[in-house]
């Protein structure tokens, strides 16, 4: 609000100057919704993306993976610190992540990398990291073969990459 004083030609250009801001930021508003209006609408037309939701016993096979890993992690006395903490964040963002719709799954796939490193690190100690690590990749894959409308059982990702890991 522009400040008032006593003097009427002051107090009218104080007003003219808050009401062209406040036109500005106005039209600011204006531009952005419309601007937010057109790329919805033209996404919708341009981007057929698939939005990616689990089922209940998808959540449910997951937050028993998640909770036995949160268990192995912690007790896993080779694993360092800052591995800890780095596993542990991505549990947390997939525990979070299981009840939104999703356009993307990157950092679920991430666990396969994750995995790889246990796999690599820990060897037989990290094993049953490991496992929990694909059952929830392989429930990743079942619910993203079928939203995209593939037989999940055509392909199994865990397998792809367990046959190919020394043992």
Known sequence: MPVLGT??????????????????????LIVQQKLSDFKRSYAGKFNKNSFYTFTDQERDRI????????????????????????????LGKIHVDMNLTLSHLDHMWGLIGDAFI??????????LIVER???????????????????????????????????
């Open 133 to 167: 690590l694909y059952e929830i990749v392989n429930t990743v894959w079942q619910m993203q073969a079928r939203t995209e409308g593939i037989n999940p059982r055509s392909v199994n990702p865990v397998r792809l990459f367990r046959d190919s890991w020394p043992r």
């Open 63 to 90: 937050r028993n993976a998640l909770h036995e890993l949160r268990v192995l992690v912690g007790d896993l006395d080779t694993l360092a610190d800052d591995e800890k903490s780095r596993l542990m964040n991505r």
């Open 7 to 28: 003097d009427g030609g002051k107090n009218s250009q104080a007003i003219k100057e808050f009401f062209e801001k406040l036109k500005a930021s106005l039209n600011e």
């Open 118 to 127: 246990v796999n690599a690190k820990h060897g037989k100690s990290g094993r």
